[in-house]
């Protein structure tokens, strides 16, 4: 336990700043999953955009069935990406790139990026996925 | 032979001459627009704000109604917007080199203004998030810039000057210029708003320039300090022990 | 020969005088055609593919450090793995301090005049301005702890180098370095390839909390034309600030 509390320690001393926004320890961030179902509510707001989707039993994924609260960024972080507020209204069928809850129980994830229905991905913010990074990290 | 000699040297001396009116001659910023960039400080009489001929419904509005807006705001540290971060003495405003851009920044904790000088228009409002200082696009008539804003949310201290509230539906055109030999800045404000005023409401601002070496300076808020948070809604003198 | 001394002499007073106008024409003209353009907005992009926005970090070296700093940043740890997930000053939307918005995934803008360069973030926090007029840090009985620090800079060249002081400092560092009231920023910023990238270099030393001075270089990329500010309004008064993800009911 403490040999995971000092890697972590490190981990944090390598990338955030002491005084970061919000901790996103509770996070899976090297695990990408994919929801994909109905949008219920789509909340573009600081310090979070949340977007409420139902994942119905029969996913392609079991473990994703339920109804989700996926969280993204502020809205200038994502406005930055190509979002605004109506990418997503209530009854759009999304499909959302997030990482999962450490605790494997609470329906909540983070995102990472949503796939639009013209195979574009919109990304929450500067992050891309591993090698894909470089000059071709536009928008 | 003579003639020659003195033709050529009265064309020698105009060329002097040429030399020591360009030596002479202020820098440009940027080609013919006046530079506004510096400094400006509100003084005592800087300000010629008449009433605004307010909608019925906002003359008969009750005074504490925008008294507690904006002490909300300012109680909870919110973005303050236009027109009170315009009252923020001193400003600072810095007229890009490049000729695309002017900023204004002020001592509050409020995003900067910016004025986009680049020959944009306004952004689609299906896809605009309002902003607490709008979106502003400007342009040189002579020498006086003309600025138009609109885009305006709800957030911060939305009463205007001389009456009446900032909204989404508010429309602002300031006019820049320098007056005094550069030592004064005009800004003139005009707001529409069909739900606020029966006819357009202008006031001016005569700002005097800043002495060498002002320090720009950062006001600080923190929403988290409860002798603060009292002070600002209380009675007051009803935090005094 | 008379004529042709003659006729060297108002030549060579004319090639004078032009050299003098040209000289000072290029003096006097707009500082635009003279330093390198930094004006616009600037935007982080992942170049490494992180995979979350942490990675977007690699790269970055390791700040050396004191013990005291490294136990905190352990503590740190051990709370978020508690479940400590949104700090106090994030709760209050205290004032993000710098350099916090040179490394948050929003744009920021450079506002660029012949006295002074302004840095202008879309986060609470306020607009950081680089005085390029020549005057030095104010006398420390005078100097006023600010959350961007007093900065001051000068050309050399095609870079900017900026010198800063008077933090108030409680931020922190890519690379898990600190800021306090005693640190000692410089920074050199410089255009890349045409002035596509802008390369910024930080340079952080403190004895309170360096072994050694920490040292790293951010890239940053000029954001799309007709690119406009946004605002990250942070509202305290709003429970919602305080929170994260929420499981919904399940219908």
Redesign the interface.
């Known amino acids: 336990m403490k040999l995971k509390?000092?890697a972590?320690?490190?981990?944090?001393?390598?990338?955030?700043?002491?005084?970061?926004?919000?901790?996103?320890?509770?996070f899976e961030?090297?695990k990408d999953v994919t929801y994909e179902g109905t949008v219920?509510e789509y909340r573009w707001?600081?310090?979070?955009t949340?977007i409420?989707l139902?994942v119905d039993e029969g996913a392609a994924d079991p473990s994703t069935a339920?109804?989700?609260?996926i969280?993204g960024?502020?809205?200038?972080?994502m406005?930055?990406q190509g979002w605004t507020r109506s990418t997503f209204k209530a009854g759009d069928h999304a499909k959302l790139i997030a990482?999962p809850?450490k605790d494997g129980v609470?329906?909540?994830?983070?995102l990472?990026y949503a796939v639009m229905p013209d195979g574009k991905r919109l990304y929450h913010?500067?992050?891309?996925?591993?090698?894909?990074?470089?000059a071709s990290?536009?928008k | 032979?003579t003639d020659?000699?003195k033709r050529?040297?009265i064309?020698?001396v105009g060329?002097?001459l040429?030399?020591a009116a360009?030596?002479l001659?202020p820098?440009?910023?940027?080609a013919e627009t006046p530079n506004l960039?510096?400094f400006w400080e509100m003084h005592f009489d800087s300000r010629n704000v008449p009433p605004a001929v307010l909608t019925p419904v906002m003359a008969n509005e009750d005074k504490s109604v925008q008294y507690k807006l904006d002490m909300?705001a300012t109680r909870?540290?919110?973005?303050f917007g236009v027109p009170y971060v315009m009252d923020a003495s001193p400003i600072?405003i810095?007229?890009?080199?490049?000729g695309?851009?002017?900023?204004i920044?002020t001592?509050v904790?409020n995003?900067?203004r910016?004025i986009?000088t680049d020959g944009?228009t306004h952004?689609n409002p299906d896809v605009f998030?309002p902003?607490?200082?709008g979106?502003s696009i400007g342009h040189w008539e002579g020498d006086t810039l003309v600025v138009d804003t609109v885009g305006f949310s709800t957030?911060g201290m939305t009463s205007i000057p001389g009456g009446g509230r900032r909204t989404p539906d508010s429309h602002l055109v300031e006019r820049y210029r320098l007056v005094d030999d550069g030592n004064r800045l005009s800004v003139i404000f005009t707001w529409e708003d069909p739900k606020v005023f029966q006819k357009p409401h202008t006031y001016e601002y005569r700002y005097f320039r800043a002495p060498?070496?002002t320090?720009?300076?950062?006001y600080?808020?923190?929403?988290?300090d409860e002798n603060r948070a009292k002070f600002l809604l209380d009675v007051p003198g009803g935090g005094l022990k | 020969m008379?004529?042709l001394r003659?006729?060297a002499m108002?030549l060579k007073?004319?090639i004078v005088?032009?050299a003098?106008?040209a000289g000072?024409?290029l003096a006097?003209t707009?500082?635009?055609k003279t330093v390198p353009?930094l004006?616009?907005f600037w935007?982080?992009?992942?170049?490494?593919?992180?995979?979350?926005?942490?990675?977007?970090?690699a790269g970055?070296p390791?700040?050396a450090?004191k013990p005291e700093v490294?136990e905190?940043?352990?503590r740190?740890?051990?709370a978020?793995?508690r479940?400590?997930?949104?700090?106090?000053?994030?709760k209050?939307?205290?004032?993000?301090?710098y350099?916090?918005f040179m490394?948050?995934?929003?744009?920021w803008?450079i506002?660029?005049?012949?006295?002074?360069i302004?840095l202008?973030?879309?986060?609470?926090?306020?607009?950081r301005?680089i005085y390029l007029?020549g005057?030095k840090h104010?006398d420390p009985k005078h100097l006023?702890r600010?959350?961007?620090g007093?900065a001051i800079g000068h050309w050399e060249g095609d870079t900017l180098l900026v010198d800063t002081i008077g933090f108030v400092g409680?931020?922190?560092?890519?690379?898990?370095g600190?800021v306090g009231p005693m640190t000692h920023l410089t920074e050199r910023f410089k255009l890349l390839e045409g002035g596509k990238k802008l390369s910024v270099t930080f340079t952080w030393e403190d004895p309170a909390f360096y072994l050694k001075p920490h040292t790293y270089e951010m890239t940053y990329h000029r954001s799309d034309p007709?690119t406009?500010?946004?605002?990250?309004?942070?509202?305290?008064?709003d429970p919602?600030?305080g929170g994260?993800?929420?499981?919904?009911?399940?219908?």
């Open positions: 509390l000092l972590l320690g490190i981990s944090l001393l390598c990338a955030f700043p002491v005084i970061a926004h919000h901790s996103f320890a509770m961030l090297t219920l707001e600081n310090p979070h949340h409420i139902k339920g109804t989700w609260d969280e960024g502020a809205t200038s972080i406005g930055r990482h809850m609470t329906k909540g994830a983070s990472f913010d500067i992050a891309r996925p591993k090698g894909e990074g470089g990290s536009t | 032979m020659n000699f050529s040297g064309g020698a060329v002097l040429l030399t360009s030596f001659a820098a440009p910023t940027r960039s510096g909300f909870w540290c919110h973005f600072d810095l007229q890009n080199l490049n695309k851009e002017i900023v920044a001592p904790r995003p900067a910016h986009y944009r952004v998030d902003l607490s200082n979106h957030e060498n070496g320090e720009a300076r950062e600080d808020c923190n929403a988290s | 008379a004529f003659e006729l108002c007073r004319l005088s032009v003098v106008w000072v024409a006097q707009s500082p635009s353009d004006s616009g935007e982080r992009k992942d170049e490494v593919g992180g995979g979350n926005f942490a990675g977007t970090f970055i390791q700040a450090v490294i905190e940043a352990k740190m740890a051990a978020q793995a479940g400590y997930v949104v700090s106090f000053a994030s209050w939307c205290l004032t993000n301090t350099p916090f490394q948050h995934s929003a744009a803008d506002a660029q005049t012949q006295d002074e302004a202008v973030p879309e986060v609470h926090t306020f607009v301005h007029d005057r104010p006023m600010s959350v961007n007093h409680g931020g922190g560092t890519p690379g898990g600190r007709g406009y500010a946004f605002e990250e309004y942070c509202h305290a008064d919602v600030q994260s993800v929420v499981q919904p009911p399940q219908k």
